[in-house]
Structures are given as structure tokens and as C-alpha cells.
């Protein structure tokens, strides 16, 4: 996984961003300074996960997605810098994403007046791996509960009639975390009526929640199953792996889950800009940097025109 280094450049790229929002009411042409530099930091911060994702972690979409977000990123920054101020939504999304994943990601366990403290990722880690459990169980499997390389109560062994011990442990990126934190990052970033943020909230998060958790436990089912070995020899170049028990996992996740996963977010983007529709100003801004054409999603969805802490347009 990503080290100290790492942790360090992120924590660092969102203290740039959170500067940056703090500013732009108070000081227009320092903020855009500042965000402009936060979308640099951004893109070197990416750039360094590439190798991980898609050498270290055999993910292809995660290193193909990392890989885009670096010219992504520095084109945000110049389109900041040339003064398109919309994107100032998407600078404080970011702000408020990072705020919301770092803790879990970098903060260690902490000893506390004589009590030992876990880390955030160790609460959050061993609650999902507590659910997959349950729902696991509750779909006719049995797989053992035991400690996991970090000492967390987060892996489960699989016996298969053989012998062979296959095990799978639920690790941060099983959580959801990160695909709430973008979430609650684009909610927390707009400025509109709190009772409409707080159903936007009431929206997202939950559902993101539990289909991760379907995720999860069919990941594990299928794994510890050997459900899928499909293709064997294929999958294995594929991946740069030599370990036949891995295709049933290679298959479950990184290719039917998070293809999965993108038109799950598709469909739960869809569902909060109905009801938080200053969200389309970020969605526009993301579409303009793709395809260089300005769009008005709101005409397209028969939604109001709410400008960013306005009131609605016609």
C-alpha cells in the first residue's frame, strides 16, 4: 500500500484545497492561486498511485482511472487559473472528500489516558467485515473468522473439500468509503437549503452502503467458492498472476464489480441531483474539461437552474 509519503502529499493537497475555499469569498485572486496549486499537488498525488493500482494492486480501471486524473487534474488547474470560477464547487468538494477519507486512511490507534484507542480504519474495516459475515451466513456459507495481516478481525477463511485454505480480507478499499466520501464531499461542497442537503445525504449515503456490502459478500462468496474460474489461463496474463485460485477474484471484482460500481454511481448521481440539482454545476464543469463543450444538464432533465447558493432560475 501507499506509505508515509503518501499520506503526507495528500494531507498536504487538501490542506491546499480547504485554503482555498477559505479564501474565495475573501480574497478572489489568492484563492484562485491557491486552488490552482491545490490541483497541481493533486495531480502528482495521483500520479504516485499509478504503480500501485495497476502493478501492486492488480486493479486496471483503478490504474487507468489514477492515470487519467493526472492531465485531468492540471487541466482543472489551468481552467482555475484562466478564471472559470465554477470549478471553485468542485475545489471544495475535493476539500471536503479528503477531510472525510484522510482520518480513516492515515490516522494510526492512539493510546489515550491508559485506553488503547483503534484506528478509524479499524472500527470501519471490522464493522463491514462483522456484515459480510452475517449476510454470508444468512446466504447458507460458513466461512472462519480470523485476524487479518493488520491484526484486525477482518479475514475468512474458506476450506475447500481438498484442503486448500483460501482467504479473503476485507481491507479499506471493501468499505465504501471512498465512494461515500465523494459524496459527501459534492453535498457538503454546494451551497444550497440544508433540508435539501440532508435528503441528498439520506440518499446516497445508505444505498451506497449496503450495495457495497453486496459487493463485498458476493465478492468473498464467489472467491472462497471458486465460482468463477473461468478463462483461467486468459485471466491469469491478464493480470500478471500464476495463482489459479486468484481468477475467481480477479473476475468477481476487478472486472464485474467495479464495472458494476460505475453504473451504480451513475444511477446514485442521478438520484441526488434530483433532489440537490446546484450538483449539475459540477457535473457540467467535469463534462466541459472531457469534452471542451458547455452543457445544460438542468434544460436536459427538466431540472431548475440553481446556481451555487442561489435561488432556482427559469
Not at 28 to 34: G, I, M, P, S
Not at 283 to 311: C, H, K, N, S, W
Request: with cysteine; proline share 5%; hydrophobic share 50%.
Amino acid at each position: 500500500m501507499p506509505g508515509l509519503l503518501s499520506d503526507l502529499l495528500g494531507w498536504a493537497v487538501i490542506f491546499l484545497f480547504t485554503t482555498g475555499a477559505l479564501l474565495v469569498d475573501r480574497d478572489r485572486d489568492q484563492a484562485r492561486l491557491v486552488t490552482t496549486a491545490a490541483w497541481g499537488g493533486f495531480a502528482v498525488f495521483w500520479a504516485q498511485l499509478v504503480p500501485w493500482f495497476a502493478f501492486s494492486h492488480k486493479s486496471y480501471v483503478e490504474g487507468f482511472l489514477s492515470l487519467a486524473a493526472v492531465p485531468a487534474c492540471l487541466y482543472a488547474g489551468y481552467l482555475v487559473y484562466s478564471g472559470r470560477d465554477t470549478l471553485f464547487v468542485l475545489s471544495r468538494a475535493v476539500a471536503a472528500m479528503g477531510l472525510v477519507y484522510l482520518p480513516f486512511e492515515t490516522i494510526p490507534a492512539i493510546a489515550v489516558a491508559g485506553l488503547s484507542l483503534p484506528a478509524p480504519r479499524q472500527v470501519l474495516i471490522e464493522t463491514v467485515a462483522a456484515q459480510t459475515g452475517f449476510l454470508t451466513n444468512l446466504l447458507g456459507y460458513s466461512p472462519t473468522l480470523i485476524p487479518g495481516p493488520e491484526g484486525y478481525m477482518n479475514t475468512y477463511r474458506y476450506v475447500e473439500p481438498n484442503g486448500h485454505r483460501l482467504e479473503y480480507t476485507v481491507v479499506l478499499a471493501c468499505t465504501g468509503l471512498g465512494s461515500m466520501a465523494i459524496f459527501a464531499g459534492l453535498i457538503a461542497a454546494v451551497r444550497a437549503p440544508l433540508d435539501r442537503k440532508l435528503r441528498a445525504f439520506a440518499i446516497s449515503i445508505p444505498i451506497i452502503y449496503a450495495l457495497n456490502l453486496v459487493r463485498v459478500t458476493f465478492i468473498g462468496i464467489v472467491f472462497g467458492n471458486q465460482y468463477m474460474q473461468w478463462f483461467v489461463d486468459e485471466v491469469l496474463f491478464l493480470f500478471g498472476s500464476s495463482d489459479p485460485y486468484r481468477v475467481s477474484f480477479f473476475l468477481s471484482d476487478r472486472v464485474i464489480s467495479q464495472v458494476g460500481a460505475v453504473f451504480a454511481l451513475v444511477a446514485v448521481i442521478y438520484l441526488v441531483v434530483r433532489e440537490l440539482p446546484e450538483l449539475l454545476t459540477v457535473i457540467e464543469d467535469v463534462l466541459f474539461m472531457v469534452t471542451g463543450d458547455e452543457y445544460d444538464l438542468a434544460r436536459q432533465l427538466d431540472l431548475p437552474r440553481v446556481p451555487d447558493g442561489g435561488e432556482d432560475v427559469e
